[in-house]
């Protein structure tokens, strides 16, 4: 397993001092950066074949939020590659080296230049070691979208909302989404399933809805398709 430890900075916390679902998914997304960066098989090597990582899904379950200062471990390992396929799973850990959250992901390898898939080389299923998948209740990958929601004012792509590779960042189609959420809602768990990139300009109108515990956000395309769904489940008190 690759870890990195940090400490909870003022910057990734929230009016309430504890870490945000934003800081907590960068943590994820940067450890398995650094770790692709170190094998060799990171962004330059990437973008020298004309291939790029694109997330397919996220269920990410959190514990506690930790607080402002406080000591964290990132972590991740591959636990299987299949096809143009990669399984990841993340966790953080406080000082004592107890979950704070944990996290499973899809990945898809894809062909910068024709749009399709690409199945994983040789040379990179070398370089990672899968490991054991992390223990957690797996959640489904597909998420349903209730009929009781409502259609909300569209968001313009904006170039803050962009990656390195020039399409909004999954982490950003989240950070929308919860806009939507009711005031206090603590998040337990989040599911996103991403359909399709969204660019500079492009404008996404949210879907909201509700269905007991949960708060579904589709960000749509207004034209019947979606970038992206996302499942919130409030954190039992």
Request: include cysteine; aromatic fraction near 12%; hydrophobic fraction near 35%.
């Amino acid at each position: 397993m690759y870890t990195f430890d940090s400490r909870v900075r003022y910057s990734e916390t929230d009016s309430g001092g504890k870490l945000t679902m934003a800081s907590l998914i960068n943590y994820f997304q940067d450890c398995s950066t650094f770790q692709a960066e170190e094998l060799g098989v990171g962004v330059e090597y990437l973008r020298e074949r004309h291939l790029v990582w694109v997330l397919s899904a996220w269920q990410i379950v959190v514990e506690r939020y930790p607080s402002l200062c406080e000591k964290v471990t990132a972590c991740t390992h591959p636990y299987d590659m299949k096809g143009f396929l990669g399984y990841r799973n993340f966790c953080l850990l406080d000082g004592e080296g107890r979950y704070l959250a944990r996290a499973n992901s899809l990945w898809s390898l894809l062909d910068t230049q024709s749009g399709k898939p690409r199945a994983v080389p040789e040379y990179m299923t070398e370089k990672y070691r899968l490991e054991p998948r992390l223990d957690m209740e797996y959640a489904p990958r597909k998420i349903s979208i209730p009929e009781n929601g409502t259609s909300q004012e569209g968001v313009p792509v904006r170039a803050h909302h962009l990656d390195m590779n020039h399409h909004v960042n999954n982490q950003q189609f989240i950070d929308i989404a919860m806009d939507y959420l009711p005031e206090g809602f603590v998040i337990g768990q989040v599911r996103a399933e991403y359909k399709k990139q969204a660019f500079l300009d492009d404008v996404l109108i949210p879907y909201a809805a509700a269905d007991g515990q949960k708060r579904i956000v589709a960000l749509t395309d207004g034209a019947g398709g979606i970038y992206a769904a996302v499942e919130f489940v409030r954190m039992e008190e």
